[in-house]
């Protein structure tokens, strides 16, 4: 089959193929210059997301963590400030806070990662 690749609205190659691959679409015979063909592949890439989808994407992220962990960012931050008030009180830092109790560690990374996507939010 004699066929135009076409990318990106512009003609890149006409070529001889045998079969059609995956996410090419096949028109029927069409003229191009000079040359009938048998037909035209139009190879089309993704368009990249905008900032709003990015955005959004993010935000669900944030809550897809918050929904798995059980914690939303505001019961989250009021418990890392009650462990951190116990943790003064009995002589701990927070590394050795996070070392002597689990709960305080997941709450932690939890809350990083929510920080960590607020942060790419902040950067669009």
Not at 30 to 36: C, K, L, R
Not at 108 to 114: E, G, Q, S
Request: aromatic share 2%; charged share 20%.
């Amino acid at each position: 089959m004699r066929v135009a690749i076409i990318k990106n609205n512009v003609v890149e190659n006409v070529c001889v193929v045998d079969k059609l691959e995956s996410g090419m679409i096949a028109s029927d015979s069409a003229n191009i210059g000079d040359q009938v063909l048998d037909g035209v592949i139009v190879i089309t890439e993704p368009t990249p997301p905008t900032n709003a989808e990015k955005k959004a994407q993010l935000i669900a992220e944030i809550t897809a963590v918050e929904i798995k962990e059980l914690m939303p960012r505001g019961a989250r931050e009021a418990f890392i400030a009650l462990c951190l008030q116990q943790g003064q009180a009995a002589g701990l830092n927070p590394t050795q806070l996070a070392l002597a109790n689990p709960f305080f560690k997941g709450l932690k990374d939890t809350d990083a990662i929510a920080a960590s996507l607020r942060a790419q939010i902040k950067a669009l």
